[in-house]
C-alpha cells in the first residue's frame, strides 16, 4: 500500500502526519491552515503548480 502512495499526490492535515509519512518515504504537501479546507486548498495549489511546470 506504501509504494501506491509514492504514485499519488498526498496531502497532510498538519505536521505530525507529514513527519509520519516521511517516515514512510513518502513526499507530501503540508496543508498551511491545518484543517479539511486548508488540504483542499493545498491539493489545488498543488495541482497548479504541476500544471504550470
Not at 18 to 44: M, P, Q, R, W, Y
Request: proline share 2%; net charge negative; aromatic share 6%.
Amino acid at each position: 500500500m506504501v509504494s501506491m502512495l509514492e504514485k499519488t499526490t498526498v496531502i497532510s492535515i498538519g505536521p505530525f502526519t507529514a513527519d509520519e509519512l516521511k517516515k514512510l518515504n513518502v513526499d507530501n504537501v503540508i496543508a498551511d491552515v491545518h484543517t479539511i479546507s486548508g488540504s483542499f486548498d493545498a491539493l489545488v495549489k498543488a495541482f497548479s503548480l504541476a500544471k504550470a511546470i
